[in-house]
């Protein structure tokens, strides 16, 4: 009998001509990907004449806060933390460990850690600042692909094929701290229209015959003051000042069925997610040995393979945890392979995980150690609040925590 006959070419090919449309009608629905390049856009009209006014001057506040300053005739960012205005947090030369970073961030877990930011993030940082580059090279820092191998219960999962070097995303592969002085020095640089101030933001402003919020109360240490504000962004993070402030208001004015509504909306939940992090400074003569092992990283290439500029060791991590566990802290690399070795997979893990660690221990590496809990996981839908005012933006962990019910 005649075997099967191939589907027309014409068949195939509308296919796949269906199918990228389909790909992309939803990055242009669900994602900003093709909003980057309307980043470094002037803008055709003048400024909006007011202030934004972004509360928090973190790493998503300093971003709200550039993308402003290109909108808006002045833009201040209003920062708790003091040491954020001097030089300290523009000039650091260096990526800090632990025992000698002179400042650190409040609730930022694993701050002084090697972070990999998503490509998106550093897409934007190259669209917006052209010495983005320069910046991280000087301390110490790669911009490498984001390629990495994923075991899910032992089973590797089957990485994507790009069609040329230059489709590959790129992170950067730098401590937390160092990240955010590189992007608070750049935005300062870039946005003349900026003012920092020290202070706490303890309230909102607004007309009772108007449904704008036209400032923010803070907190300094010469006492209260009243910052005007045409548009107010919450960048505060995992305290998400902006439902304390939105929900003070209301009750202030009377309106505690709107300050109910605003309650009934929070959702939290704990995670019950725990886990060790052990960061081991290796010395540089062990590669070779680490590669006889069998680890299969890249020095020159892969993000956790983290050079530091002032020390040429290597920062390299072990990074373990779960539902619910471990019991008890762990503080010793015994600690770590009997952990790992209670980790029920599918396919055995990797030998070169536990080899590593007993070249670690043979040649007493030293290795700092430290033990998490995820925070409870909020989550606070805004855009259901029929209340909120139209001139106030809440960014990232202000409105979300890492939450994996919540996508």
Not at 167 to 188: D, G, M, S, W
Not at 236 to 248: P, Q
Not at 385 to 405: A, C, H, Q, R, W
Request: net charge positive; hydrophobic share 40%; charged share 20%.
């Amino acid at each position: 009998m005649p075997g099967r006959s191939s589907p027309p070419f014409h068949v195939i090919t509308s296919a796949s001509v269906l199918a990228n449309g389909v790909v992309s009608l939803l990055v242009e629905q669900l994602t900003a990907v093709n909003d980057l390049q309307n980043l470094d856009r002037p803008r055709p009209y003048r400024k909006v004449r007011g202030t934004a006014v972004v509360c928090g001057g973190s790493i998503s506040g300093l971003l709200a806060a550039k993308a402003c300053a290109a909108h808006f005739e002045s833009v201040i960012v209003i920062e708790a933390e003091g040491w954020l205005s001097d030089s300290t947090a523009t000039n650091l030369d260096k990526s800090y460990r632990d025992a000698d970073f002179p400042h650190k961030r409040s609730h930022v877990a694993q701050y002084y850690a090697t972070h990999f930011f998503l490509s998106f993030l550093i897409k934007a940082m190259l669209k917006w600042f052209p010495n983005f580059s320069s910046e991280v090279k000087k301390k110490g820092g790669k911009i490498v692909p984001q390629v990495f191998t994923t075991y899910i219960s032992g089973i590797p999962l089957v990485l994507p094929k790009f069609a040329s070097e230059e489709k590959v995303p790129r992170t950067v592969a730098i401590t937390r701290p160092t990240f955010e002085t590189i992007l608070r020095k750049l935005v300062l640089e870039s946005c003349p229209n900026l003012t920092y101030i020290c202070g706490s933001v303890i309230g909102l402003v607004k007309d009772s015959t108007a449904d704008d919020i036209r400032g923010v109360r803070i907190r300094k240490s010469t006492g209260e003051t009243i910052v005007p504000a045409s548009l107010v962004l919450d960048c505060t993070g995992s305290a998400m000042g902006g439902f304390r402030w939105l929900k003070e208001l209301a009750i202030a004015e009377g309106r505690n069925i709107s300050a109910l509504r605003l309650d009934s909306l929070r959702s939290t939940y704990s995670p019950k997610l725990r886990y060790a992090t052990f960061e081991f400074n290796v010395p540089l003569h062990l590669r070779p040995r680490m590669k006889e092992l069998g680890y299969p990283g890249n020095w020159e290439t892969n993000f956790i393979d983290f050079l530091n500029q002032a020390d040429p060791d290597i920062d390299f991590q072990y990074i373990c945890g779960g539902w619910d566990r471990p019991k008890r802290n762990l503080t010793s690399i015994h600690d770590m392979k009997e952990f790992i070795s209670q980790i029920g997979v599918w396919r055995p893990l990797p030998e070169w995980i536990t080899l590593l660690l007993d070249l670690f221990e043979e040649n007493k590496v030293p290795f700092t150690a430290k033990s998490n809990s995820l925070v409870s996981c909020t989550y606070i839908p805004y855009h259901l609040y029929e209340d909120l005012p139209s001139n106030f933006v809440v960014i990232g962990d202000s409105g979300m925590t890492t939450n994996p019910l919540r996508a």
